[in-house]
């Protein structure tokens, strides 16, 4: 059988940030493909295509006694047997960029080069772009992208003389697990405990996040190292960590 898999990313919020290739896929899924996605990206696309049929992958991740990591490749696995052995044409749905923080899509390209199966990637916007319109920085002094877990738990240690961006602020385990708002609490107390050992506590940091729908707009929190426990925030939050070299990145811009 002669199956073939797409991955496509949706961008990170309002459907005009979607491509116009991602437009023509699902439009072409409307009768030409088996269409899977989790409940974001279902939202997004039917946004596109009202009437494209997709199939949750929601149920992966709510099954008893199963992390994410088996979520993840439990999902890959079963999106290259329906491609590859059962011989549909699959589309696999995504928000934001599939290159970014996507475990499922790094086992899915991983297992098929391994095989030999072909898999088209249909970019998107990642959620950088959303995240980076509110800070003053151009890149001329680099940037450190990682998740906060790695910061606080895999005794990551930044450079000071570059700014830093921690994603997923709320998350709970190396896995992926996102923690609910009111428990965040933990997670940004061990985070700060490991940034204070480098930063001096009045360094200025921005927590950065969504408005989420219908307007997405991309929100900052400024507020001082020692600050950081301080309150709760918002799943998926991002944190931004300026330079000890330049002060003005820790300028919100509008």
Not at 46 to 70: A, K
Not at 222 to 250: C, F, G, K, M, Q
Request: hydrophobic fraction near 40%; charge should be negative.
């Amino acid at each position: 059988m002669t199956g073939s898999l797409t991955i496509v990313g949706l961008g990170p919020a309002k459907r005009q940030m979607i491509t116009l290739e991602a437009q023509e896929v699902l439009r072409q899924a409307l009768t030409s493909a088996r269409v899977y996605g989790l409940a974001h990206a279902r939202t997004m696309a039917r946004g596109i295509e009202p009437d494209l049929q997709i199939y949750s992958l929601d149920y992966l991740y709510q099954l008893p006694n199963v992390d994410r990591p088996t979520a993840y490749s439990d999902l890959a696995t079963m999106m290259i047997r329906k491609a590859f052995q059962d011989g549909l044409n699959v589309v696999y749905l995504v928000a934001g960029s599939p290159l970014f923080y996507n475990d499922a899509v790094r086992l899915i390209r991983r297992r098929c080069a391994k095989e030999g199966h072909p898999v088209r990637l249909v970019h998107g916007i990642s959620f950088l772009e959303i995240v980076l319109q509110r800070v003053d920085w151009t890149g001329h002094h680099g940037l450190q992208l990682y998740s906060a877990w790695n910061i606080a738990h895999d005794n990551v240690v930044l450079a000071q003389h570059a700014p830093a961006l921690l994603c997923q602020l709320g998350e709970f385990s190396a896995g992926g697990e996102a923690i609910q708002e009111e428990g965040s609490g933990k997670m940004l107390s061990a985070l700060k405990a490991k940034l204070l050992e480098h930063y001096p506590q009045d360094h200025p940091i921005v927590i950065l996040h969504s408005s989420g729908a219908p307007d997405y707009e991309s929100l900052a929190t400024e507020l001082l190292l020692r600050e950081l426990d301080h309150r709760t925030i918002p799943v998926y939050s991002n944190l931004w960590i300026p330079s000890l070299d330049a002060p003005y990145e820790a300028e919100v811009l509008p």
